[in-house]
């Protein structure tokens, strides 16, 4: 007879527990996560980092699912998401991302590459320090996590390329909690035109500064993950000292110690 879950043989005998039918080995948590919203994700980050300007094509429906090798269908899900959530736009048979300002455009406007180099740092810290501190205000525990997650991935003797990707990663993955689209938008065409400086790129490339930017790399690494904790751990004030300093010491290091 069956009595309280448990089976018994003869009323005399002491109870057996039920063997479980699905065996005794824990399952693994199921992940309600649908191919079209992974999709949706990665296109969004590669938007988020930049890679992906603002008013950039978004590629194809076929490109994209030949990249992702997903059916069509996944792919016309994912972009209508987005679409949805206003981070791209259509026009015509095409889709763009979605761009606010199209008349902001951040361009050299003559001079030595140290002096435009300068300027384009001053005025990303005037946007950086507090924005910063407004996305640590705003941000929900996953962006919290999605920061950190970057910040641990620095390493003090990493290549100076990877750190580039890692290092523009870390800083929009914390400016998209901010959650004002206009300050994400302005704030990643300054850090674009920084990245994609031929002037930056000079300066950190050359052989003769390859000692000096050993230390930017081991320096900003440090920093980052000092940021990333106190981004975690929701202290504002904090996170404005220490991307300041940040930004700071990075400024001075490549203005004033590059040649």
């Given at each position: ?15 057996v527990?039920?063997k ?18 992974q999709i949706k ?5 590669r938007i ?11 590629p194809s429906e076929?490109d ?10 996944s792919?016309?899900e994912?972009?209508q ?15 763009y ?6 008349d902001?455009v ?16 001053e005025?990303?810290r005037?946007?950086?320090?507090p924005?910063f501190?407004?996305a ?17 991935r ?8 990877v750190?580039r990707?890692?290092d523009?990663e ?8 901010c959650g004002?689209p206009l ?12 990245f ?11 052989e ?25 751990a ?6 404005r ?8 010491s ?6 004033a110690?590059?040649?």
């Amino acid at each position: 007879m069956v009595q309280g879950g448990w089976t018994k043989t003869r009323e005399s005998d002491p109870p057996v527990p039920e063997k479980n039918p699905l065996g005794d080995a824990p399952f693994s948590p199921i992940s309600r996560e649908t191919v079209s919203s992974q999709i949706k994700t990665q296109l969004l980050q590669r938007i988020t980092t930049g890679d992906l300007a603002p008013g950039a094509m978004m590629p194809s429906e076929r490109d994209l699912s030949e990249g992702f090798e997903v059916a069509r269908t996944s792919v016309r899900e994912a972009m209508q998401a987005l679409v949805s959530i206003g981070a791209v736009e259509r026009r015509g048979n095409r889709s763009y991302v979605a761009e606010r300002l199209p008349d902001v455009v951040v361009v050299d406007g003559g001079g030595d590459r140290k002096s435009f180099v300068a300027e384009l740092f001053e005025t990303r810290r005037v946007l950086e320090v507090p924005m910063f501190a407004l996305a640590c205000e705003r941000a929900d525990d996953a962006g919290r996590q999605s920061v950190m997650d970057v910040a641990r991935r620095f390493d003090e003797s990493m290549d100076i390329n990877v750190f580039r990707q890692r290092d523009r990663e870390f800083h929009t993955s914390i400016a998209s909690q901010c959650g004002n689209p206009l300050l994400i938008e302005l704030y990643g065409k300054v850090l674009d035109q920084l990245f994609r400086s031929s002037e930056f790129d000079s300066l950190l490339a050359s052989e003769s500064n390859r000692v000096e930017v050993e230390l930017i790399v081991a320096r900003s690494s440090a920093a980052h993950r000092a940021i990333g904790l106190a981004f975690v751990a929701g202290d504002g004030d904090e996170v404005r000292r220490l991307s300041e300093h940040h930004l700071d010491s990075v400024e001075h290091a490549i203005v004033a110690e590059l040649g």
